[in-house]
């Protein structure tokens, strides 16, 4: 496992639980998405901008309520990397998969999250 890729990850991750929109802001590409699937195949794509507006969110549920993080599995290709990341929101599980970008040896823009989850209500930042 890429030591690197994940602790990048789990700074991303510690920013979010945060509401640290600034760090955030710095690492998510322009072009990043966040897209979010269920169990019953319903897919939700948020664009850089909304995801990032769900941290400025008076009373916002997102992440509050992590627990455990796991990571499972790195990989690398083409200067990219991906990590999928296992974590515990209330007694959920929640997976994630994010896709880096490696500039000057360094994992610096994240470009894309997908995470799955058990229901879209478990998404905070998702009103059903």
């Known amino acids: 496992m890429d030591q690197s890729l994940v602790d990048r990850t789990l700074d991303y991750l510690s920013a ?3 509401g640290d929109t600034r760090a955030l802001d710095a690492v998510c590409d322009p072009g990043f998405e ?3 699937c269920d ?3 319903r897919v939700v794509t948020l664009t850089r901008a909304r995801f990032l507006s769900g941290f400025q969110t008076p009373g916002r549920q997102a992440y509050e309520k992590a627990g455990a993080i796991s990571p499972l599995v790195t990989s690398e290709y083409d200067g990219h990397g ?3 990341v296992r974590r515990v929101q209330g007694s ?3 997976l994630h998969t994010l896709v880096w970008r490696r500039e000057e040896g360094e994992w610096r823009t994240l470009l894309r999250e997908f995470t799955f989850v058990r229901g879209m209500a478990e998404c905070g930042q ?3």
């Open 39 to 41: 169990e019953a195949g």
């Open 34 to 36: 966040n897209i979010r």
């Open 16 to 18: 979010g639980l945060a």
């Open 92 to 94: 959920v599980p929640v």
């Open 82 to 84: 991906t990590v999928v």
């Open 126 to 128: 998702i009103q059903t």
